[in-house]
């Protein structure tokens, strides 16, 4: 009795009936149709992913980065097939749509409520994505090394969070002569390093677990928190003219209760978690708990305005220390296949390579700042892993190159910035290159400065 | 660089600074709640899943009655906590969006764009979850006993149209004296098979590759095209009162058209696809290779007029008899497990129990009209068995319970009959009854007939 594929046969029928269709249609989406668009845009993402993944891995590089390509290429840059609608882009900037229209006869606002809410499907399923991505990674890093590198990782963090802000804000006042707000904007743009990229790198090339790996990824957590709470000074300071005490306050306490809180709950939990898993008969009931827990922390810390990603990197951690762990790790890699592509190639495809073009006036200055801005970014977070004490051994340049990749926040940074008109579109720009390059730059630098061996078929690098 | 996550804390940061918001707030859904909402609304579907489920293990029932009960219980006709925007459900009629808004600012109009978003997701996500089933049934599936059970399915097929369509619409005319057209299209609904559920069950009890199961299956399969066909002849004969033959020439041959096409091209492709597989070294090779194969043959099921769920299973049909059946089983598993329940639990909580409120006089005349249409339709199907031929080892009774689930194809016919005013809300109703009756009834049933030994736990008994 599968009344959902009875809804989507009925607009089929509908659209093979017309006469049928006059009670229901209306600003709503064929749901025939956005199966549809949802199933071809899950065939164009896996493809790119793949066929990215595989060239890249054969000339030795980070199949990640094969992945973001993959999803330049289809994306709204190249071949414009996964496009998605926000800003000016519509159904008729989608080649995949315009395909999905050939043989219906769908009107142009229809096929844009498709677009819609294709759009909306895809987008949440590269959500969930980089959530099952960080509980993943929560899995395979160990809390405790965690919290023995915390003294490295916090120092990391500070001074990947100090040193690019000050360079960057003081040289865009004092060399470039720009005034100080979009300064400080720019500046707290390259404070953020993007956990996702970094840590899918490391797991690729099997450094995860080293003491260098949990640094890394312990540092970028931190940033991740410490960009949210960057990110609300300055903003308040453009809006207000004032720093806000209460919101930075509010950020801290609740991020630090969060971490905390989901880890002691967690370890109260534990028993009972794997009693309750023990007892169950039905099929996946592993998976399906682990993964109600870590949908319920992610769901707290999106409401919290941390973000979901923490959630699940806190579940991950926390059922990592149970002796389920092996198991668990297991089964999550075939839903990690399928979904973590999807947040790659979609970030890939919201690129928008065109502010890169040189050929067009109004790119230039926010190339030049572009220039000065990546230099910054890459010494800024290069410098932070030979801060590092007390540990002769690591490799101090790969902490740092692991740092380089900007993300979430620094693109909320160029968002927050143009939509609050704080910054001119040439400083948006010259932002949103720093975080495309600084991404594309760090993968298969991080692999040379691990001095990686031969390769090995993935399977056997990664997990 | 997460865009993604960009989008998100921008909205997040929208509703932290209002001040920002002006430039993107509108009718669109605040990204941020729309995850919120999504993973809220997964841990409802596993949680109501996971507990109906080892419910019904414990006392003997299939658990897949357990996913549709427990679906029912968090949907529209008890909890109200997995309400879908269909009809003339808002917003204020789901206790999760009702949950979501504390504690956040939102808007009605900002909630009720949350709830179509959530509610298109979700759908979305319910139909890969029976795609994928369908492509795990068809994995689990053997070609060659389909095709050598093809005349003893075909016969239970087309019994299994005939008899209970001639029985419903002249019982309706005779002993209720309904009118021609009403009776024709319930007698229609009277036909279908749900492929789904019998599938699950016959998975979950270990019988699906039984030369019951088999014939089961292949009868369904067959059923689902039947009704697809059944449905065009009597939508055109209600709206223009002659049968438009060239619809059904079209169903027929583009139906058969695409079975045996895919079969074929499947078998050309098989070895590319072997090598394929084997020449990739990134992960997820072999799954997302499959995926697609499946999702490209889906979206052409569904783009030519029929199911999705057909292609689904005709790809696997296809990979089982590749030398990577065993492993592609394997991965597969994980990959169900997550998506299958939210078909299942999606399902029961579309379900309106209130129709089968007798306190409420309207139900009345279609509680009567749906007790006959019960009975027609459980002795339609379960005689479809006894006219299997040549095989007397045959369970025959089991096979015609298997075919009693109605599904799809029923639903639809309700659906198209009350858009077209065909049908009274009573029939309609009694129709509705039906197909939910024979959908509960079944499992259970199918489970007594199969005479199934002692539980074991269920890891052993399916796949």
């Known amino acids: 009795m599968s009344i959902l594929t009875a809804t989507l046969s009925m607009t089929h029928l509908y659209s093979y009936f017309p006469l049928l269709a006059t009670a229901t249609e209306g600003e709503t989406a064929d749901s025939a149709l956005v199966l549809a668009s949802v199933l071809l845009s899950l065939v164009v993402i896996y493809f790119a992913s793949k066929l990215g993944g595989e060239i890249c891995f054969r000339i030795n590089l980070p199949p990640v980065l094969g992945e973001l390509v993959g999803g330049v290429i289809v994306g709204v840059s190249v071949l414009g097939l996964l496009v998605f609608p926000e800003g000016d882009f519509h159904a008729n900037n989608s080649l995949l749509m315009q395909f999905l229209q050939l043989g219906t006869d769908t009107t142009p606002e229809g096929l844009e409520a498709v677009f819609a809410a294709q759009g909306e499907v895809i987008s949440v399923l590269s959500e969930l994505g980089v959530i099952i991505l960080l509980f993943e990674?929560?899995?395979?890093?160990?809390?405790?090394?965690?919290?023995?590198?915390?003294?490295?990782?916090?120092?990391?963090?500070?001074?990947?969070?100090?040193?690019?802000?000050?360079?960057?804000t003081l040289?865009?006042?004092y060399l470039f002569h720009l005034s100080i707000v979009p300064s400080i904007f720019a500046g707290a743009a390259l404070t953020a390093t993007s956990i996702g990229i970094t840590a899918k790198v490391l797991a690729e090339i099997g450094r995860l677990s080293s003491s260098e790996g949990q640094i890394i990824i312990g540092a970028a957590v931190l940033d991740d928190i410490l960009g949210i709470i960057v990110l609300a000074v300055v903003a308040s300071l453009v809006k207000t003219g004032e720093i806000q005490?209460?919101?930075?306050?509010?950020l801290m306490i609740s991020a630090a209760a969060f971490l905390i809180g989901a880890i002691l709950m967690g370890r109260l939990?534990?028993?009972?978690?794997?009693?309750?898993?023990?007892?169950?008969?039905?099929r996946g009931q592993l998976l399906l708990v682990s993964l109600c827990f870590a949908f319920v922390l992610s769901y707290i810390a999106q409401i919290i305005q941390l973000e979901a990603i923490l959630g699940a990197f806190a579940a991950g951690l926390v059922l990592?220390?149970?002796?389920?762990?092996?198991?668990?790790e297991e089964q999550i890699i075939p839903i990690a296949d399928i979904f973590v592509p999807i947040f790659f190639v979609c970030v890939g495809a919201k690129t928008d390579l065109s502010v890169l073009n040189p050929a067009i006036p109004s790119n230039r200055e926010g190339l030049i700042v572009a220039a000065f801005l990546v230099i910054v970014a890459i010494i800024g977070k290069v410098v932070t892993g030979f801060t590092v004490f007390g540990?002769?051994?690591?490799?101090?340049?790969?902490?740092?190159?692991?740092?380089?990749?900007?993300?979430?926040?620094?693109l909320v940074f160029a968002g927050v910035g143009s939509a609050s008109g704080a910054l001119s579109p040439s400083t948006d720009a010259a932002i949103i290159i720093m975080v495309i390059l600084t991404t594309f730059i760090a993968p298969p630098w991080l692999r040379i400065v691990f001095k990686e061996p031969t390769p090995k078929t993935q399977e056997q690098e990664s997990t």
């Open 245 to 250: 005490i209460f919101n930075i306050v509010y």
């Open 391 to 410: 540990k002769p051994e690591l490799n101090k340049l790969a902490i740092g190159v692991g740092m380089i990749p900007r993300g979430e926040v620094g």
């Open 269 to 282: 939990l534990r028993p009972f978690y794997v009693k309750l898993v023990d007892e169950m008969k039905t």
């Open 171 to 173: 040289g865009l006042v």
């Open 137 to 168: 990674i929560g899995l395979e890093s160990d809390l405790k090394e965690l919290i023995r590198v915390g003294p490295q990782a916090a120092v990391v963090a500070v001074v990947g969070v100090v040193t690019p802000f000050t360079l960057g």
């Open 320 to 328: 990592a220390e149970t002796e389920k762990r092996k198991e668990l």
